[in-house]
């Protein structure tokens, strides 16, 4: 029987159990640049099967929050290689999440204190965190411009040299796309937030272009089986709404499958909130069949508010992988506490987002 503490391949790793740390913003790397504990906090989790990073701004523009981590300038590549080789000394396994917020930023956030950019010149009712003077406050996000046609190649390019320079230079084992929770190519794919009317608009194949795009141009420079991809069909998260999320992600299942990825990574109901969402239903074992039918083979990876006995039901349905958040948070041994059946430390919600050891390197092992 397949279990949590069953061993998994994943493309080119070999991961000794399923249970993964999710990615969990920080706010711990003041000038985008992963702070001195980074390497600690990191190589503790290092006994879960596969540790994703918290999301890494792919660019200077793909900023929305102050002190979360970027991975296109030489002082963070930096920062993330010593990183990597702290969990790799400690037997882990890390990939990074590579992040473009598009409309959920600040101006005083982008360069040149410009507007974010995004599919199209919509707010997103949502806050993001800015720090000013010293003290950070919650704002809202700024009114974006629509990015014109001609700057797309230019965002996947982006995210081409930061997965080439993830793997060749900072040393990470593969690269996560996060295509979930109301940022940037969640952005394109969603009906709401996208009311273009050229090629990367209107119908689903218009909206699924630029994600289908990035996805091709990272799996050739980096492999397909060192990319992987996080989803989240219907969450709420950052003001996003689809008016047919069931056929949006059919197509994506069948466009994905030929790709090779190594895992997809769907955050199940609304991130971080309830699994099950009366106004927004979703067929996930419908997606599932979709993507295997058309041939894809990546590990299938589920998220949100899972515990054992959750993790477990959803292994016995056909999960791969199971990843925690605030758990892992709170218990650097999450695994060995898991397999155990021992008691687990409560996670503090006040250290979630900025500070420093207090709530990140010093919750106790067994
Ligand atoms: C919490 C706070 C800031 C950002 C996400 C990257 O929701 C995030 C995030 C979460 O995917």
Excluded: C
């Amino acid at each position: 029987m397949t279990t949590l503490f069953s061993p998994l391949q994943v493309g080119p790793l070999h991961l000794p159990n399923r249970i993964v740390m999710a990615p969990l913003t920080r706010n711990r790397s003041p000038k985008a640049v992963p702070g001195p504990l980074a390497a600690t906090y990191y190589a503790q989790r290092a006994s879960a099967g596969l540790l994703i990073t918290e999301a890494t701004a792919i660019s200077a523009q793909a900023q929305g929050y102050a002190d979360v981590p970027g991975l296109y300038a030489p002082e963070q590549l930096a920062a993330w290689k010593v990183v990597t080789d702290a969990v790799h000394a400690a037997g882990g396994r890390i990939v990074v999440q590579l992040w473009h917020v598009g409309r959920v930023s600040h101006t005083s956030l982008q360069p040149g204190g410009q507007a974010p950019v995004a599919p199209s010149a919509l707010v997103a009712k949502t806050k993001t965190f800015v720090v000013e003077d010293g003290v950070g406050k919650f704002v809202d996000t700024s009114m974006p411009r629509a990015l014109d046609a001609t700057e797309l190649p230019g965002i996947v390019a982006d995210y081409v040299r930061a997965a080439h320079n993830a793997i060749h230079v900072a040393g990470f084992d593969g690269v996560e796309v996060h295509s979930a929770n109301g940022y940037l190519l969640d952005q394109f794919l969603k009906s709401g937030s996208n009311q273009r009317t050229d090629a990367y608009g209107g119908s689903v194949p218009n909206r699924a272009r630029l994600l289908l795009e990035v996805m091709a141009a990272i799996t050739q420079d980096i492999g397909g089986d060192r990319t992987a991809l996080r989803l989240s069909p219907v969450t709420p998260a950052n003001d996003v709404t689809d008016a047919d999320p069931q056929a949006l992600f059919t197509y994506l299942a069948q466009q994905l499958a030929p790709m090779g990825l190594s895992y997809i990574h769907i955050i199940e109901g609304s991130t971080g909130g309830p699994r099950e969402l009366p106004d927004r239903p979703f067929d996930y074992a419908a997606f599932k069949t979709a993507y295997t039918q058309a041939g894809g083979r990546a590990a299938w990876m589920l998220n949100n508010g899972y515990d054992k006995a959750l993790a477990e039901q959803s292994m016995a349905a056909g999960a791969d992988l199971i990843a925690f958040g605030k758990l892992f948070i709170a218990n650097p041994d999450l695994v060995e506490r898991l397999r155990t059946d021992a008691a687990l430390n409560a996670p503090d919600r006040k250290t979630f987002y900025g500070g420093g050891a207090a709530g990140y390197t010093d919750y106790p092992a067994l």
